[in-house]
């Protein structure tokens, strides 16, 4: 009898850890998804609002950008994106840390100048407040 209450109820504590990684996975996807349309809308508010303020953000080609030139760049015309697509994604949350990492493919007119970009990406996002925010980014090229 002891052994069969010790199993049910590590087989309960499982279930509800598995339960809050699922919940928390399902944060992080919405802030992927938050961010990626608030780069395609180049708008400064909610850049600024999905973003941590020691924001380190790492390009393909070795650029790194804080926060303030990070909005800068998506809402000045150096940085647009027409379009997004995130595929091959995962997601790791260790406590009120996540790690994404995914493919990112999409249209781009950088000052104007039309391209496409295809890149392996790892994002690093810290939750503080209750609220998922991009602390880092680094992008290569595949």
Known sequence: MKKTLVLVVSMA???LTAMAQSKEETAVTQAVEQLKAAMIKGDKADLMAITHDRLNYGHSSGLIEDKALF???LTNGNSV???INLSDQTITVVGSTALVRHTLAGETANKGQAGQVKLGVLL???KEKGK???LGRQ????
């Open 139 to 142: 992008a290569y090229k595949i």
């Open 71 to 73: 909005v800068e760049n």
């Open 13 to 15: 504590l499982l279930t």
């Open 132 to 134: 998922w925010l991009l």
């Open 124 to 126: 690093t996002w810290v």
């Open 81 to 83: 994106f027409k379009s």
